[in-house]
Structures are given as C-alpha cells and as structure tokens.
C-alpha cells in the first residue's frame, strides 16, 4: 500500500491568494485512501478503488476536491472521478477507441476528421481523470509530441490551405507551460490561412489559478481568434476562483464555450442541466454541447439513454431561453460531423 499524501486542509476562501498552477498540479490527489480520508467516506474501501483504477489512476485537483460535499458518496463531483469496480467489466458495444481516431492521424499527434480545422494532442497529461473519458485508454506515448513531430504537425497545417483552425487537445493543453505554448502558437501566428486557435481544456475549471498573467499574455499577443471550450459537467464544479479564472479569460478577448457530457447520476435531471445553463451564462460561458456519451470501455454505467436524453432536452427548451440549451450530440466515429439527436 502506498504512503497516503499530505492532508491540505479542505476549505475555500476566496480572499486567500491563489496556489500556483504548478504547485497545484504537484498536489493532485492520486492516492484512494487520501481521497477517503479528505472527503470523509468512512464506508469506502481504498483497497477497492484501487483495484477499480485499472490503467486509468486516480487523480483529482484540490481546488475541485474543495468543492464536493464531505461524507457524500453520491456527490456529483465525485462520482465523475471515484474508480468503480463496473469499469473492469467489459461491456459489448464499448471499445478502447470509440471514435477510431487511429485512422485520423496523417502525423502523429495530429487528428484531421472534419474538414477546414485539425486537432492537436499536444500531451497526455490532465490535471482530473475523468472516469468517463474516452480518451483513457489513448495510447499517448505513441503520439507524443517532440520537437520534430512538431515541425511535422506545423508544415502539415501550413500545407493545406483549406484549414482554418488549430485545436489544441489532448490529454489537456494547458498541463503544457505557457514558455511552450506561447513559441506554438507563435509558429502558428504565422501561417496566413489560420484564422482561428481552439483550446479544448478543463484545466480553467480544475485548476483556475492556471489562468496567470504568463497565460493571458499569449492569449492576448495571438493575432488568431481563440476559443476555448471549457468542459463543465454540473453547477457545482463553478466557484468564485473559477469564475474569477473565466473573467480574465475573457478579458483576454478569448469566446468561451462549454461542452458536458451527459452522466448517468450526475448531471441526468433536468433541473440540474438548467442549473448549469444559467450559471454558466452568469460566468459569460455559452453552453455549446451536451454530449452522449463515448462508448468507451470502463464507463457504461454513465451512459444515459437516447429516450431520456431527449425527454430532458425538451425540459431545458421549455425552461431556458434557447440560447442556453446546449445542442445535444453523439460523435460517430465515421462521420463528418457530429450528430445532432
Ligand atoms: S480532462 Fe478531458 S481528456 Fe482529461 S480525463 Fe477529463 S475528459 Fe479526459
């Protein structure tokens, strides 16, 4: 049994300065019986969780520990990032790469499937692991991005004229420092038929103190339009220091969206969904996707049905302006698009 990490006191106080990103990143919560002991699950069984892991460890951010409920199995934080024993069985239907994105790869490290934009994987890392991710079993070590990958992925982009815009993925593209991402994106800056730069991250929400002023800065010198889609499951996850984070953000000029995956437990209740809505739009975060989920093997027992999931779409028309519904989406791994349902 590994030695349990050092308790952080488990309190928010928004006058307190904020911890830095990477002091933040070396305290994530990796150990079974720490989460316990932090969140006080007396019944918990760290031995179980453990097991439960598999090839997908733990690893929670305390700023997003600070929000889940003490002594509260069901909270629905936690349930987004507590290994459950069902993710060992293998369920038919679900797969290790539900999209195929191994077929979408011209260079390694580079996805292009839908036309006029490209996705990059600029890492493997992550500041949370999401239980659900599909992307848990994504071999990364094979696409890691070294320098002359890199090069690759950049004469690439800079020889097709029809792409438009550059999305920076991963794992999750702000664990990679601002010294880094501000040369890419320089490189990028120079290629005339870019218009736009797209960031697909979670970290403004895990981790907020990463939105520094080394990060606005970048964000600010890009002559691109950046996007970034920040990825919010439940009102929950968004506090004053998250809000604070978003602020800035769009203080930098970037346009803020939001995707969710819809999750069994978690976020599958109408009122929840428009709760979400509504605080995402008093943070200026326009929801954009409610996502089915990726069958993805280890996470069938988020999925939601296609029924429900339109029953609960219909109750977030009826209540929120439609600017605040999210459009309700499957990706289909062959298609050229997402699928609306
Ligand atoms: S942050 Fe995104 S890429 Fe990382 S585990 Fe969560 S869903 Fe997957």
Same mark, same amino acid.
């Given at each position: 049994? =590994?030695? &349990?990490? *050092?308790?952080?006191?488990?309190?928010?106080?928004? /006058?307190?300065? !904020? @911890?830095?990103?990477?002091?933040?990143?070396?305290?994530?919560?990796?150990?079974?019986?720490?989460?316990?002991?932090?969140? $006080?699950?007396?019944?918990?069984? /760290?031995?179980?969780?453990?097991?439960?892991?598999?090839?997908? &460890?733990?690893?929670?951010? !305390?700023?997003?520990?600070?929000?889940? @409920?003490? $002594?509260?199995?069901?909270?629905?934080?936690?349930?987004?990032?507590?290994?459950?024993?069902?993710?060992?069985?293998?369920?038919?239907?679900?797969? %290790?790469?539900?999209?195929?994105?191994?077929?979408?790869?011209?260079?390694?490290?580079?996805?292009?499937?839908?036309?006029?934009?490209?996705?990059?994987?600029?890492?493997?890392?992550?500041? *949370?692991?999401?239980?659900?991710?599909?992307? !848990?079993?994504?071999?990364?070590?094979?696409?890691?991005?070294?320098?002359?990958?890199?090069?690759?992925?950049?004469?690439?982009?800079? %020889?097709?004229?029809?792409?438009?815009?550059?999305?920076?993925?991963?794992?999750?593209?702000? +664990?990679?420092?601002?010294?880094? #991402?501000?040369?890419?994106?320089?490189?990028?800056?120079?290629?005339?038929? #870019?218009?736009? #730069?797209?960031?697909? @991250?979670?970290?403004?929400?895990?981790?907020?103190?990463?939105?520094?002023?080394?990060?606005?800065?970048?964000?600010?010198? @890009? !002559?691109?339009?950046?996007?970034?889609?920040?990825?919010?499951?439940?009102?929950?996850?968004?506090?004053?220091?998250?809000?604070? /984070?978003?602020?800035?953000?769009?203080? %930098? $000029?970037?346009?803020?969206?939001?995707?969710?995956?819809?999750?069994?437990?978690?976020?599958?209740?109408?009122?929840?969904?428009?709760?979400? =809505?509504? +605080?995402?739009?008093?943070?200026?975060?326009?929801?954009?996707?409610?996502?089915? #989920?990726?069958?993805?093997?280890?996470?069938?027992?988020?999925?939601?049905?296609?029924?429900?999931?339109?029953?609960?779409?219909?109750?977030?028309? %009826?209540?929120?302006?439609?600017?605040?519904?999210?459009?309700?989406?499957?990706?289909?791994?062959?298609?050229?698009?997402?699928?609306?349902?």
């Amino acid at each position: 049994m =590994s030695e &349990p990490e *050092i308790l952080f006191p488990l309190s928010f106080d928004s /006058a307190s300065p !904020r @911890t830095p990103w990477k002091a933040e990143m070396a305290s994530l919560v990796r150990d079974p019986q720490t989460l316990c002991a932090l969140l $006080g699950l007396q019944g918990a069984d /760290a031995e179980e969780i453990r097991r439960a892991c598999g090839d997908f &460890p733990l690893r929670v951010p !305390r700023p997003y520990l600070n929000r889940i @409920t003490r $002594g509260d199995p069901q909270d629905p934080l936690l349930l987004q990032v507590l290994p459950q024993l069902q993710e060992l069985t293998e369920t038919p239907g679900y797969s %290790a790469d539900p999209l195929d994105e191994a077929q979408f790869t011209p260079v390694p490290g580079l996805l292009h499937k839908y036309q006029g934009r490209v996705l990059v994987v600029l890492n493997g890392n992550c500041a *949370i692991h999401c239980r659900y991710c599909f992307r !848990r079993h994504f071999p990364y070590k094979e696409h890691q991005i070294g320098k002359a990958h890199w090069q690759r992925i950049v004469d690439y982009i800079a %020889a097709d004229t029809s792409i438009r815009e550059v999305i920076f993925s991963g794992g999750d593209p702000l +664990t990679v420092t601002d010294s880094a #991402l501000a040369e890419k994106v320089r490189q990028l800056d120079a290629i005339a038929h #870019l218009k736009r #730069l797209r960031l697909h @991250t979670r970290v403004p929400v895990m981790i907020p103190s990463r939105i520094n002023d080394d990060c606005l800065a970048w964000l600010r010198a @890009t !002559r691109l339009q950046v996007v970034c889609v920040i990825h919010a499951n439940h009102a929950n996850e968004i506090d004053a220091e998250v809000l604070q /984070a978003l602020d800035q953000l769009r203080g %930098a $000029g970037v346009t803020l969206l939001n995707q969710t995956v819809l999750l069994r437990g978690v976020n599958d209740a109408a009122e929840t969904l428009i709760r979400l =809505s509504e +605080t995402l739009s008093e943070a200026g975060v326009m929801p954009y996707y409610l996502h089915q #989920l990726d069958a993805v093997q280890g996470a069938a027992h988020f999925a939601v049905s296609d029924a429900q999931a339109a029953q609960l779409m219909q109750a977030l028309r %009826a209540s929120l302006p439609g600017y605040l519904v999210p459009r309700l989406v499957r990706e289909d791994a062959h298609s050229p698009n997402k699928t609306p349902l």
